[in-house]
């Protein structure tokens, strides 16, 4: 069975930082992509970043570019979110989601979600 759990959200304040992580089980690691999205509210879900685990392969949405890094721990089949200078704007739920490629567009072929992880940015 395909699981990836989520945790690491949280409330911090603007210019703060939060680790998301995303636990993934049941799958061969290294053959998919390792993706992040955010729920933004009446529009659905927006990619933020994704990773290729076989490759190293990474992409970024432009808002989050330089701000926030993703990597992988091919030995624990995690991937992480590093996000600093969090903005009020970054509030959202984040899901983690299996695709089939980390592209130039972000992730593609998407086919399994986490439950989603709240991080809530104050000013």
């Known amino acids: 069975e395909v699981q990836l759990v989520e945790s690491g959200g949280g409330s911090v304040q603007a210019g703060g930082s939060l680790r998301l992580s995303c636990a993934a089980s049941?799958?061969?690691?290294?053959?998919?992509?390792i993706g992040w999205f955010l729920q933004v509210p009446g529009e659905g879900r927006e990619a933020v970043s994704c990773?290729?685990?076989?490759?190293?392969?990474?992409w970024y949405a432009d808002s989050v570019r330089g701000r926030f890094t993703i990597s992988s721990d091919n030995a624990k089949n995690t991937v992480y979110l590093q996000m600093n200078s969090l903005k009020p704007e970054d509030t959202s739920a984040y899901y983690c989601?299996?695709?089939?490629?980390?592209?130039?567009?972000?992730?593609?072929?998407?086919?399994?979600w986490g439950q989603g992880t709240l991080v809530t940015v104050s000013s």
């Open positions: 049941g799958f061969s690691f290294d053959d998919y992509t």
């Open positions: 990773i290729q685990p076989g490759d190293g392969r990474t």
């Open positions: 989601v299996r695709g089939r490629y980390c592209s130039s567009d972000g992730p593609t072929t998407l086919d399994a």
